[in-house]
């Protein structure tokens, strides 16, 4: 069984354990698995001990590795002293208790993109011969023309937007990564397509959810989308910008306020002529605008993030409102989180 959890920049990390440790001592006291201190951020040496408690409602058979399953684990300071503080997923717990206290409900319903490549050479050894890397695509690989009848069976940069088979080549790869959500994992696929980018960049969509919820299949979309790619000799990026000169890898995060029974949404006022915009709706996205350039810390936090942020390419480059991009058919906010 793999126990999974994530560390403070998002990636995810994993131990595997034989079955038999899992007992009822495993889920009420957890499992002493975790050197804190070799994961970047968590703990300095001398309190390095932690201690990961499965959740046994994130139990699945893994559909590519039958004999094995994974459990997302919650992580605990040892000595039975509580919850570790920089848990991504107890700190998303204490933003939805704190929603809760004040008498709301929040849903977050991400649109996420990613590429699924052929092939990546990198070279760092051979200076000589300029460093650097070649990135390799069936949709636009020169490896790959003498097998097709015409070039219009290739993807065009910056055109690839819901194009169908025989130019979509990761239909297949998309609709098992889709299907196994859906079959193993307990998603709602509402979409998927070919995105923007020639080089096999997918959106997938599914139905939104409280904040660590979301957050769990986010991450666990990942998992599956990168574990497919792999079965098929390919890898799956999320790299926010990936090739020069085409469309980036996003994350549109539709964002709803209800109240707390989740039966009225808060942001939606059928008498506002502009929008549809309640005031509280207004007060949120004034918000976003107040705090946009500390919030790039943590939705573009890497030097490729800003790569992606530029004219021309469908990507957000001013911190301002527009209507387009506010209102979703169910009346969700929607900022664009660069990744």
Not at 118 to 142: C, L, Q, W
Not at 216 to 244: R, S
Not at 249 to 262: A, C, Q
Not at 298 to 325: D, I, M, W
């Amino acid at each position: 069984v793999e126990l999974q959890f994530v560390d403070l920049a998002g990636y995810l990390h994993s131990t595997t354990v034989p079955l038999h440790l899992l007992d009822e001592d495993a889920f009420t006291r957890g499992l002493g698995q975790l050197d804190g201190s070799s994961v970047e951020g968590f703990t300095t040496i001398d309190e390095s001990d932690l201690v990961l408690k499965p959740d046994p409602t994130t139990a699945t058979i893994l559909p590519w590795s039958p004999k094995r399953a994974r459990m997302i684990a919650d992580i605990y300071l040892n000595m039975e002293r509580g919850r570790f503080p920089k848990d991504p997923r107890y700190i998303a717990e204490k933003a939805m208790q704190y929603v809760a206290e004040n008498g709301y409900t929040a849903f977050f319903g991400p649109e996420v993109e990613f590429m699924i490549l052929n092939s990546i050479e990198i070279d760092i050894f051979t200076p000589m011969f300029g460093v650097g890397y070649k990135i390799h695509s069936v949709e636009v690989s020169k490896a790959v023309t003498d097998k097709l009848v015409s070039t219009s069976d290739f993807q065009k940069i910056k055109k690839a937007y819901h194009t169908p088979p025989p130019i979509d080549k990761m239909l297949t790869a998309r609709e098992e990564i889709a299907e196994y959500l859906e079959d193993y994992f307990g998603f709602r696929v509402e979409a998927h397509h070919h995105e923007v980018a020639a080089l096999g960049q997918i959106e997938i969509d599914f139905t939104f959810a409280d904040l660590k919820k979301t957050a769990d299949n986010v991450i666990t979309l990942k998992y599956v989308a990168k574990n497919v790619a792999a079965k098929y000799g390919m890898t799956a990026t999320f790299m926010p910008k990936v090739v020069y000169g085409d469309n980036g890898n996003g994350m549109h995060t539709h964002i709803s306020l209800w109240d707390r029974e989740g039966k009225e949404n808060l942001f939606y006022d059928p008498d506002d002529e502009y929008a549809e915009l309640s005031q509280l709706g207004r007060y949120f996205i004034g918000g976003l605008l107040e705090h946009g350039r500390a919030l790039a810390a943590l939705v573009a936090p890497t030097t490729n993030s800003y790569k992606r942020l530029v004219p021309g390419y469908e990507a957000p480059v001013y911190l301002q409102p527009s209507f387009s991009g506010w209102i979703h058919p169910y009346y969700h906010l929607t900022p664009y989180f660069p990744c």
